[in-house]
């Protein structure tokens, strides 16, 4: 018999529910994060964190154009990403896609939650990349591991929760944070990172951006589509210190959504104005 799996979200004033067969796996982290993965007709195998008000779909194995964007278009911009950063991304998703480019030789990815980790290596398809040689998955505070790393990454992406007050994420709102992200990359270094979505969370989208053009120069705003995502649409903000993010460098093989001919239009679906605080 199946059920309703999903989130409802009052803050949003939005909700979003997939009908699942079966529960796959499920546990309470060391953090209290109820993790649940489940099997869906439509969407293939997802991935649920938090309870209740806080539940959100993270990551399905059909439809999932998130992680193809966040990764790629960095590391298609940049001449030679050679090391990467990625800070969140316990289900192993965007580590998948990064894994794609043969020139990065190094990727770090560094998770707060161990159990996410454990549970998706295990249940996803991709679950074997955490295995890749190229990989070194770290357990740790994302916005504390990287204060203590100065001029180490081309590529740094972040691929965390919603930041709201009280979750983990919310340091990465910060400003300090984006200073670190500058500090972090070599010369000639890119930042891609999440910012929400442009409907029901443009007070994310504004405050990544606003953080990032404090320390960047060059900052800009993306999009792509994500339908298991509050209003099927996602903005992620990059900033460089030197390659321009809207040309591709190379090809990059093996992808469902993204590709050369699809990279600067990214950047284009929407003009600038919604930043504008309403009113």
């Given at each position: 018999m199946?059920?309703?799996?999903?989130?409802?979200?009052e803050k949003?004033?939005?909700?979003?529910?997939?009908?699942?067969?079966?529960v796959?796996a499920?546990?309470?982290?060391?953090?209290?994060l109820?993790?649940v993965?489940?099997e869906?007709?439509?969407?293939g195998?997802?991935?649920?964190l938090g309870?209740?008000?806080?539940?959100?779909?993270?990551?399905?194995?059909?439809?999932?154009?998130?992680?193809?964007?966040?990764?790629?278009?960095?590391l298609?911009a940049?001449?030679?990403?050679?090391?990467?950063?990625?800070?969140?991304?316990?289900?192993?998703a965007?580590?998948?896609?990064?894994?794609?480019?043969p020139?990065?030789?190094?990727?770090?990815?560094?998770?707060?939650d161990?159990?996410?980790?454990?549970?998706?290596?295990?249940?996803l398809d991709?679950g074997?990349v955490?295995?890749d040689?190229?990989?070194?998955?770290?357990?740790?505070?994302?916005s504390?591991f990287?204060?203590?790393?100065k001029?180490?990454f081309?590529v740094?992406?972040?691929d965390?929760?919603?930041?709201?007050?009280?979750?983990?994420?919310?340091?990465?709102?910060?400003?300090?944070?984006?200073?670190d992200?500058?500090?972090?990359?070599?010369?000639?270094?890119?930042?891609?990172?999440?910012?929400g979505?442009?409907?029901?969370?443009?007070?994310i989208?504004?405050?990544v951006?606003?953080g990032?053009?404090?320390?960047?120069?060059?900052?800009?705003l993306?999009?792509?589509?994500?339908?298991?995502?509050?209003?099927?649409?996602?903005?992620?903000a990059v900033?460089?210190l030197?390659?321009?993010?809207?040309t591709?460098?190379?090809?990059?093989?093996?992808?469902?959504?993204?590709?050369?001919?699809?990279?600067?239009?990214?950047f284009?679906?929407?003009?600038?104005?919604f930043l504008q605080?309403p009113?």
């Amino acid at each position: 018999m199946g059920f309703w799996i999903g989130e409802a979200s009052e803050k949003l004033g939005y909700r979003l529910e997939l009908w699942a067969e079966r529960v796959i796996a499920e546990a309470v982290s060391d953090h209290n994060l109820r993790i649940v993965i489940a099997e869906t007709d439509r969407f293939g195998k997802v991935l649920v964190l938090g309870d209740g008000e806080d539940a959100a779909l993270q990551y399905s194995d059909r439809w999932d154009f998130y992680e193809e964007a966040l990764a790629h278009v960095p590391l298609a911009a940049h001449p030679s990403p050679k090391r990467v950063l990625i800070i969140g991304g316990g289900d192993g998703a965007v580590l998948r896609e990064v894994l794609k480019h043969p020139e990065v030789e190094r990727i770090t990815l560094v998770e707060i939650d161990a159990k996410v980790v454990e549970l998706c290596r295990r249940h996803l398809d991709h679950g074997h990349v955490f295995d890749d040689e190229r990989t070194e998955l770290v357990i740790a505070n994302g916005s504390q591991f990287i204060s203590q790393h100065k001029a180490e990454f081309d590529v740094i992406l972040g691929d965390y929760s919603d930041p709201y007050e009280g979750m983990p994420a919310y340091a990465l709102l910060a400003d300090s944070f984006y200073l670190d992200c500058r500090e972090a990359l070599k010369d000639g270094g890119i930042v891609a990172l999440q910012a929400g979505s442009p409907i029901f969370q443009p007070e994310i989208t504004r405050r990544v951006y606003r953080g990032l053009a404090g320390c960047f120069a060059d900052v800009d705003l993306y999009f792509s589509p994500m339908p298991i995502y509050p209003g099927g649409l996602w903005v992620y903000a990059v900033a460089s210190l030197g390659p321009d993010v809207r040309t591709p460098l190379r090809e990059t093989t093996g992808t469902r959504f993204y590709n050369s001919r699809i990279h600067a239009c990214l950047f284009d679906l929407f003009r600038m104005e919604f930043l504008q605080e309403p009113g």
